[in-house]
Structure formats: C-alpha cells, structure tokens
C-alpha cells in the first residue's frame, strides 16, 4: 500500500521494519506505528503518507462511521496525501463532479490536462502519476544537428576531396577527368544524463526515468547515469523498449536507490572513467538533483572541482533542479551555491510543464550564455 502511495519501500526496509517489530510490544497501536514509521520512511514529507496510510489500513472494519470521519479528517489536513492513501487503498471511485445547469465560461475553465501539466509530481496522486508517465512519454526531444569533423562524398559538395580526385585518376591513366567534392557530416550532438536517486529526489527521479527511457528509444547516442552513493551506468538497460521491463533491469543493477548522496565523488567518477567516452561531438549534459551536497569542506571543493571539469568537457551543462519550484528559493545550501556558478544553465523540473520547457529549450539555437537564475 504504501509503494502505491509513492513511498520508496524497498528491501532494506522491508527487513528493517521486521526486525524493529520484533523489539517492541506488538499489542501496542502506537509502538507498532512508530516502529514501522522508523524503518520505512525516510522523508519529512512522507511522514503524513504514512501516517495516514497506517490509519486508515488498520481501521476497525466494525466502525465504519469512524472510519469515514477519520477519512474526513485526515483529508481536511493534507489533501493530496490523503488522496494517494486513498487511491492506494483501493477505495471507491471519486464522487462525480456536480452538474452545472448554466453554460460556463470556456475562457475562464481550465483543463484536466492543462492542471495535470502544472502539478507537482510530489503532490500528485497514483492515477495522476500515471497519467504523467503517459503523458512524458509522448515527449520528443529534437536537438539540432551540429557539424562534425567527419565529410562523406557530395557531388554538390563545397569542399574538394583532393585524395578521392586523385584517387579516381589513375583510373584513367593519371588524367584528372572529374573533380571529387565532399560535405561534412552534421548530426545531433549527445545527450548526457546524470541523474541523482538519493533520499531526497527518489520521488522525482522515478518519474524522470520514463523521460529519460522515451528519449533513449526515440534517439541515439543517448547516456544515462543514475548516483545516490555511488555512480551507475544503466544506458544499456534503458534502451529495452518496454518501459517496465528496461526499470526492473535498472533496479537489479542500482543499489543505492532512496540512501545518501555525495555529488562530488560521482561527478568526479564520471569525469575520470565516462567523460572521454560520452562527451564527444559538442555533448549536452542534463545534471538531474537538488544540490543538497551533506559533506564537509573537503566534500565540497572536490564538487566544485569535479563540477568546473564538467562544464568545460561538453558543450552545454543544464542543472534541472526541483527545488525551484518554490518561488521564494533562496541558495542557501553550500552544496547548491557551489555548483551555481558552474554551470551554463539552473531550470526547475518539478512537473510536466517544466519538462516541456526543457525541450523547447534544448530544441532551440544552442549558446553558451548563461540563464538567469
């Protein structure tokens, strides 16, 4: 129920939680919840999940009118999460909407679509996260060609190939008949995702794999690494064509999914073992976290470090950052105000809207100029 709800459980807690129960006195309610509150969830903001999912699962079957005041209550406190408990729970249908008798005024309406496009995917419910992977999916993302050091023959070529000229000659007894003439070979440049799967960025990064799945079968030279602890290549697992089948890959292989986070050792993992191999042609790299650097000093140069080579190994570095969702965000993490000057671009990705932005953006004349941030 509470994987359903968009809680991140996974093994290690599964057998956390059993261990924690087996310590405390399962007669009582408020142990039980605790312990399992303890072990199982490892966000501020699933803490209401949980305990509404923990309500609700052990309602007394006997009562039904309490059951449904609590349901009231707990619905009245936080709507969105009560609506993913509910959802998960396997309730009844939500209420129809009621019927308008006057002809309202399209202008002023909103579409289903159009909320669905600009919810957070933190607040969105199991059918309304459905319904963005779906609609994520669909996503395309043109990049323009860029020209590479490559030619292949034209005859309405600008260039002349002298080697292919003379070549051709000795043919014809070493007359020179017919002047060769070559283009240069212009392709999209590749694409580079390096996306952040600790604690804090699970919930996102969860839905950000079904873009990044889309755009690895829709295009090539498509990179995907994923990092909490450790850094991960899954671009081989992602270019299955069935989504679920490509995720179940990804999860035997990634072992540190929903732990800690440490940023700089990864980038400067990939700098050492990956860049050399992914970063050709003008690359451009997608950085996909929030910044949220826990280390020390030390930590933190090694960031700044591995985030300045980075920049200067690919042709656009883009920070798709959830946190700027809040109107109000502020840099005030170290690990964030870091790596803010060292990148070319800081753009939230927090919902569909924004992904959509993205692509429009990538899709664009590329330069080097900086974004306001």
Known sequence: MLRRAGLPIGPAEILAGAEALSRIELGDRQQAQAALRATLVHRREHFEVFDQAFALFWRAPSAPGEAEAGEVELLDKAPAAARRVSEALGGGASPAPPKVEARPDMALTVSAGEQLRKMDFEAMGAGEIAEAKREIRRLALPLAARPTRRFRPN???????????????????????????????????????????????????????????????????????????????????????????????????????????????????????????????????????????????????????????????????????????????????????????????????????????????????????????
């Not at 002047?179 to 694409?191: D, F, G, M, N, T």
């Not at 804090?200 to 799945?213: E, T």
């Not at 997608?286 to 020390?296: A, F, P, S, V």
């Open 155 to 373: 005859a309405a070529g600008r260039r002349t190939d002298l080697r292919a000229t003379l070549k051709e000659s000795l043919r014809q007894g070493g007359e020179v008949l017919d002047i060769r003439r070559s283009e240069r070979v212009v392709r999209p440049p590749p694409l580079v995702a390096i996306c952040d799967i600790s604690g804090s960025m699970a919930r996102y990064a969860q839905i950000l794999l079904h873009f990044l799945h889309a755009v690895s079968n829709d295009r090539d030279r498509v990179s995907t690494f994923l990092f909490g602890t450790r850094l991960t290549n899954i671009t081989r697992q992602l270019r299955h064509r069935d989504a679920e089948v490509a995720f179940e890959m990804v999860s035997h292989i990634v072992p540190d999914w929903s732990g800690g986070t440490r940023i700089g050792e990864a980038l400067d993992r990939f700098n050492r073992d990956w860049s050399r191999r992914v970063l050709g042609q003008g690359a451009v790299v997608l950085l996909i976290t929030d910044g949220l650097e826990r280390g020390g000093p030390e930590e933190l140069a090694r960031l700044a470090a591995a985030t300045d080579r980075l920049r200067h190994s690919c042709r656009r570095l883009i920070w798709l950052n959830p946190l700027l969702r809040y109107a109000g965000f502020q840099p005030k993490s170290q690990g964030v105000r870091t790596m803010l000057p060292l990148v070319h671009e800081h753009r939230p990705v927090h919902n569909i809207e924004s992904l959509r932005s993205l692509v429009e953006t990538l899709s664009a004349p590329q330069s080097r100029a900086r974004m306001p941030s």
